[in-house]
């Protein structure tokens, strides 16, 4: 892969107002994620989280503001994202559950044409299971494999809806430090929504708490784990005492 400035801004929301049949979901959001960076957007269930990702991606179209990324602005059409390096991995995880694990990268290596073996490397405990079924593996190898799947095209922006979606703790806490890696090596922009709000922050380098469609907090990830107290009022929308 050819090695990105990390000054450089890989995704950036400008006012986006985001919605469904006319009615905003996501009101003027303002983000920005730069090459090598991640941003933990985190927020109770509803407050817009999954719609600014469809939006980063192509899926749903803004109802005003903007979308670029990688210096171009974002099209209502996910699959030419896909091809300049925007990639989303949904909350269902989108791997075959009845082919094997190595069927799985197969699928994503026709498309790619990439070498599995480099996103092997930041996921070592699935070459033992590259002959076994999908459906037979746990929640958090299946998650593995999804992002093994996503990194595959080796893209530029790299968006995960919910990796912690009926995962244990522990699965989360082993899967996080891989992103860390992958950010800083591969010098992908990774967007992150997760539950998880410590883990989360553990690894990200800024955040933004969403709560009924807005930003209601946003900052370092540093001066967010410090203010523990401002993230739980932005989270629960009520006033910091």
Known sequence: MTTAIRSEVALELSAA????????????????????????????????????????????????????????????????NARRGITLVPDNRGVFHSLSVADNLR?????????????????????????????????????MLALAKAMLPEPRVLLID????GLSPIAVQNILPRLR????????????VEQHIDLALSIADSGIVLHHGRAALTGSADRLRRDRDAVESAYFGVEAS
């Open 107 to 143: 699928v994503a290596q026709r498309k790619s044409g990439s070498d599995a073996g480099f996103v092997l490397e930041y996921f070592p405990k699935l070459k033992g299971m590259l002959r076994q079924r999908c459906g037979s593996l746990s929640g958090g190898e299946q998650q």
């Open 162 to 165: 919910e990796l912690s979606m």
């Open 17 to 80: 107002t985001i919605g469904y049949g006319g009615v905003p979901a996501v009101r003027d959001l303002d983000l920005s994620v730069r090459s090598g960076e991640i941003l933990a957007l985190l927020g109770p269930n509803g407050a817009g989280k999954t719609t600014t990702m469809l939006a980063a991606v192509g899926a749903i179209p803004l109802l005003s503001g903007s979308v670029t990324a990688l210096g171009a602005p974002v099209v209502e059409q996910v699959e030419r």
């Open 181 to 192: 890696a992958v950010a800083d090596e591969q010098q992908m922009a990774i967007v992150l």
